[in-house]
């Protein structure tokens, strides 16, 4: 579905990934793990059409998006749910959702998506005419989602999706985005929580310093003692 080969994407002069390669197979849960200024919201940002690549190729079912703009990498089938969640705060929660709706094919399934939408996250539809600045932090990454959800994607990319979340709602967004990813939608999760990334993920990546420093299932990279001591942390074992 999704194959990166050998990425490299900068800001202005500054590279903050040198050397990225990873994949994402038809309905596969992939985790991008690493520490704090490792690339991986850069890296996400890229597949989003949303910063260049500067060396590399980036190709979903063997269309080249390397060079394509974010509106038309959304056109197939790819969708972001960004760090910090970036809502339309005075927006109401049923606008925002509406605003995933963008491409044709979206738009002809919104009433259908809406309900999806609802279905996973019934607290949506009571507040939906609420302001989106309104809502709690865990609130606003389900709306978050669930704009991309409108967007019908085939591949959903969640960029640090339990960033100052309280892990009652972390886990209960941990258990919607297994939800997801078992209706068929493939998903790409960028994760600083080694711990958690693994415990849903098929296969993962660990990035440092830009570069992909090591990947494999779950069970592989906890049996290998650099990775653990590492990136992993001393719980995750």
């Not at 049923?94 to 607290?123: D, K």
């Not at 939906?128 to 085939?154: D, E, K, N, Y």
């Not at 209706?183 to 790409?188: D, F, K, N, Q, R």
Request: aromatic share 4%; hydrophobic share 45%.
């Amino acid at each position: 579905m999704l194959e990166a080969r050998g990425l490299r994407i900068a800001y202005g002069d500054a590279t903050a990934v040198w050397d990225a390669s990873f994949r994402v197979g038809a309905g596969e849960l992939v985790a991008v793990v690493g520490p704090n200024g490792a690339g991986k919201t850069t890296l996400i940002n890229a597949v989003a059409g949303i910063l260049g690549v500067r060396a590399g190729t980036l190709t979903l079912d063997g269309h080249d998006l390397t060079r394509l703009p974010p509106h038309a990498v959304c056109g197939h089938g790819v969708a972001l749910v960004p760090e910090g969640r970036r809502l339309f705060t005075t927006m109401t929660v049923e606008e925002n959702l509406e605003m995933g709706a963008y491409t044709p094919g979206a738009r002809a399934r919104r009433a259908e998506s809406l309900e999806r939408v609802h279905a996973i996250f019934p607290l949506l539809r009571e507040r939906q005419g609420q302001r989106a600045g309104t809502l709690s932090g865990g609130q606003q990454q389900m709306v978050a989602i669930g704009r991309a959800l409108m967007a019908c994607p085939r591949l959903l990319l969640l960029d640090e999706p339990s960033l100052g979340l309280a892990p009652s709602i972390v886990d209960l967004l941990v258990g919607t985005i297994v939800q997801i990813h078992a209706s068929g939608v493939a998903v790409l999760l960028v994760e600083q929580n080694a711990a958690r990334a693994l415990a849903i993920a098929s296969r993962a990546y660990v990035l440092d310093g830009g570069r992909t420093v090591a990947h494999g299932t779950p069970a592989e990279l906890r049996e290998r003692a650099d990775v653990r001591q590492a990136y992993l942390g001393p719980h995750d074992s």
